[in-house]
């Protein structure tokens, strides 16, 4: 499995972004994808995750009702839509995946994708 996120930016706080993972290589009805956080100096954060059936989805207590995660199966891509933002949301964000149950320890996740950065500042 490949993955290859995309959608940095600078946003002003209660701004939007979409984040984008692309997945190529196997996938399967298996597969956990996942969105983690991390800044500096700090523990890889979980942010949230999605069945690649779509049916479940979980979130990180900081983002719930701010973010939500979607994927598209035809374009094999999973999406972050993060709204309301916040200057504490600023961090290098990756997109992870996993074969199993949707778990928030990123140490459980086997594959990678590069980081993307997310700035909220005004």
């Known amino acids: 499995v490949q993955l290859q996120a995309s959608g940095r930016g600078l946003v002003w706080p209660g701004g939007s972004l979409r984040l984008s993972c692309a997945v190529s290589g196997r996938t399967f009805s298996r597969n956990v994808m996942g969105w983690f956080r991390q800044t500096p100096g700090k523990e890889r954060e979980f942010v949230a995750a999605?069945?690649?059936?779509?049916?479940?989805?979980a979130y990180g207590d900081s983002v719930k009702g701010r973010f939500t995660i979607s994927r598209d199966k035809a374009e094999n891509t999973v999406y972050l839509q993060m709204n309301s933002l916040k200057p504490e949301d600023t961090a290098v964000y990756y997109c992870?995946?996993?074969?199993?149950?949707?778990?928030?320890?990123?140490?459980?996740?086997?594959?990678w994708g590069q980081g993307t950065q997310v700035t909220v500042s005004s």
């Open positions: 999605i069945t690649w059936s779509g049916e479940r989805t």
């Open positions: 992870a995946a996993r074969d199993g149950l949707i778990v928030v320890s990123w140490v459980r996740y086997d594959y």
